[in-house]
């Protein structure tokens, strides 16, 4: 990817510099008049243009750089178990104790609370 990037670079900056030499072709080839002023008028806007652009690259670059967020995923939300999805509570084991586990039995009890145990044996 890096290697694209970089050839996608270099054939920027080479056809901005074709530009550049055609420009300044143009204008040596006449005299100063209202065309000349405006191909270095252009001359400057592209030139500018392809300045900005670069800059701006690598100005967000270095911002991804500085956060380390290069493609990394988004930490996982901490896991609780203080209530279900449906809003009920929860009531069980530890998380730990509910990952080591093998068999994991959900029931609901009187009041619509959702009870983790834990059966068949701990650890994996």
Known sequence: ???LRNAIHYLFSI???ILFGYYWYIVSGRK???ETFQAVIILAVVSLLGLAATALWVRHNLNIARHN???APAPAPAETLGHDYLGR???GPGLDRLRAAKVISITLDDGNAKVLATSGGEGS
Do not use: E, K
Request: aromatic residues 6%; hydrophobic residues 55%; proline residues 7%.
């Open 1 to 3: 990817m890096q290697a």
């Open 15 to 17: 056809l901005l510099w």
């Open 32 to 34: 100063i008049s209202l």
């Open 69 to 71: 967020r290069r493609g």
């Open 89 to 91: 509570p929860v009531r």
